[in-house]
């Protein structure tokens, strides 16, 4: 049994319910009540006054509320104390037997109670109506209780039988399971900031993310990221440090090099870079003086704004030329980049870009810069996990230098990256330390050698076959339900959906969409003279990550359509975020 959550209400939750045959009719009478509450209800069973195990019920309802696909939990049998101990021998829940008011207040108050357990034989219907209400309303205090409820829940993490790293699902991406990641000792000492970490993992658990630029990381990424390196001070290189005690900091710094190096045969590697465009920043101060002209992919066509718009440094500093796509194709026209280059031979021309969704052929881009005497750098910021995992032709034979994120596709932590020629490698360490940036984030760097280590895997490759088999499928589910698709469609983990021909912009798309609990990002369509954004950018890695395949792209290509069907209607988005909630419910959640 379910119902709409009323969406006017503000304090709405989710709750599931259970009992055994002696709470039965408790459970009915709460599941009536909460329903007219506002609240969205699953019961799960008994559903008869017949006899049954009441551990059977009281797991099924704490582990929906453990895994946090439902806010609360609500349990009866006769005393309460079977299924009170029942339900907290499942990992995350806090379950409390409360027979008064007074007792349901202090279980949220001091304990952070996220099951509430009545006993059916000792508590009238009026009376767990009261409790229940008590329940609901009532706020974790913090303080004192925080360190003592997170002391609990450490020794339920250190006594877990399961390993922190096993393996996920199949079909996800390999390596720990991100969805029990829980940031203990922030719940200790900052409940507040805690309470906003649990929140954005909410919103991710209960949204289709298909922003083609984000992906969801395993735990012991997350775990490396934020580690003891993160308060070191080592400017410089290993060996050559300005900071003492960086011994450990430098075999960490050589781990991630080695790795990266195995992982795309690079020569000389990089990986200082705090961001993508830190990154390109450095490559362009190794490579370039200022005035020098560049010739880079337009924005409008899929480009990058560090490639030379006039909003970025790029384009302050440096002198951009722009190549773009075949109007009949929407492919890179490589006859034009030639002739570009031939007559203003560019100090530097850059492939790769944020929003092309088809291969690059980076032996023809050598073959031009040769012609004319330009260095060639390409961004591979969002094909670098592809590349990883020998899906997309790998630029590095081909290239003089080749800049990556490693957060994208790569999966790793925040951060950039840089690969070069061996003869670049002093030009490219300097321009990035001391030229652009202070000292590295080791804490990062950490993450980074383990991002590269999960990048050699199997699964890995197996991922990212399932990414793009996956945005294939909903590129044709799309076009089947009428949209056209930059290009014809795509062969990586991304494309680009032109929404012009449904009289819709692609900044009220987007919109929609965030409204429906569908995340994607306004973009440009090649040669739109009308405006600078007919489209939306999607991309299915955070869902495969998720463990959706084929089948539920059909599903999610058909909630896009709905809600480009139902355009602003505020209570018509509201109920498709209904139904996308649901459908997430199935698949993890950090």
């Not at 996220?114 to 000792?122: D, E, H, I």
């Amino acid at each position: 049994m379910k119902s709409k959550r009323d969406s006017k209400s503000a304090d709405a939750m989710r709750i599931a319910l259970g009992s055994d045959h002696a709470g039965f009719e408790l459970k009915k009478h709460l599941a009536a009540y909460l329903e007219e509450s506002g609240h969205e209800v699953e019961d799960f069973g008994s559903f008869s006054a017949e006899s049954v195990d009441y551990s059977d019920y009281g797991f099924k309802v704490a582990a929906a509320v453990g895994e946090r696909k439902f806010d609360r939990g609500v349990l009866a049998c006769r005393s309460g104390i079977g299924m009170s101990i029942a339900a907290n021998k499942v990992r995350g829940v806090m379950a409390a037997l409360c027979r008064d008011t007074e007792s349901a207040k202090l279980s949220r108050r001091h304990n952070d109670s996220n099951v509430l357990v009545l006993a059916a034989g000792f508590t009238s219907e009026e009376e767990a109506r009261h409790i229940v209400d008590i329940w609901l309303v009532t706020p974790f205090e913090g303080g004192r209780h925080s360190r003592r409820v997170g002391k609990i829940s450490q020794f339920e993490e250190d006594r877990a039988e399961r390993p922190r790293d096993v393996a996920v699902r199949p079909g996800a991406s390999g390596g720990s399971e991100p969805w029990s990641f829980q940031p203990r000792a922030v719940r200790e000492v900052d409940a507040e900031l805690f309470r906003l970490m649990q929140l954005e993992k909410k919103r991710l658990a209960e949204s289709l993310v298909l922003v083609a630029s984000e992906s969801i990381v395993e735990t012991a990424i997350l775990e490396a990221t934020g580690n003891i390196f993160s308060p070191k001070y080592a400017e410089g290189y290993p060996g050559e440090r300005l900071y003492p005690g960086c011994e450990v900091v430098d075999a960490v710094e050589l781990l991630a090099i080695e790795r990266a190096k195995q992982v795309f045969g690079a020569d000389h590697v990089n990986v200082q870079p705090y961001s993508g465009t830190q990154a390109n920043m450095a490559a362009y101060f190794a490579l370039l003086r200022p005035g020098d002209k560049i010739l880079s992919m337009r924005v409008e066509h899929g480009g990058h704004t560090t490639h030379g718009c006039d909003s970025n440094f790029s384009g302050r500093l440096y002198k951009p030329l722009r190549y773009g796509l075949k109007r009949d194709t929407e492919l890179i026209d490589y006859d034009a980049i030639a002739d570009i280059a031939e007559k203003e031979k560019p100090r530097l021309i850059i492939a790769g870009g944020s929003a092309y969704s088809r291969l690059i052929d980076f032996a023809r881009f050598k073959a031009i810069a040769d012609s004319c005497g330009s260095l060639l750098m390409v961004d591979m910021a969002h094909l670098s996990g592809l590349i990883a995992a020998g899906i997309h032709p790998s630029p590095v034979p081909f290239c003089d230098v080749a800049t990556s994120t490693t957060h994208k596709t790569l999966k790793g932590p925040r951060g950039g990256l840089i690969l070069c020629r061996r003869e670049l490698a002093d030009a490219i360490d300097e321009a990035v330390f001391p030229g652009t940036q202070g000292g590295p984030l080791v804490h990062v760097i950490s993450a980074k050698a383990l991002c590269f280590k999960l990048a050699l895997r199997s699964e890995f490759r197996e991922f990212h076959v399932q990414v793009v088999s996956n945005c294939k499928a909903l590129a044709a589910e799309l076009q089947r339900l009428g949209y056209r698709i930059v290009s014809g469609g795509t062969d990586t983990h991304l494309l680009v959906v032109d929404v012009r021909q449904k009289g819709i912009d692609g900044a009220d798309a987007w919109q929609w969409l965030e409204e429906a609990g569908i995340l994607v990002n306004k973009c440009a369509v090649p040669f739109d003279e009308a405006g600078p954004f007919g489209g939306i950018r999607v991309g299915p890695l955070s869902l495969t990550s998720r463990g959706m395949k084929e089948a539920e792209m059909a599903t999610v290509a058909e909630f896009i359509h709905r809600v480009l069907r139902t355009g602003p209607d505020v209570s018509g988005l509201s109920r498709i975020r209904s139904a996308v909630r649901e459908f997430c419910s199935g698949f993890g959640g950090y």
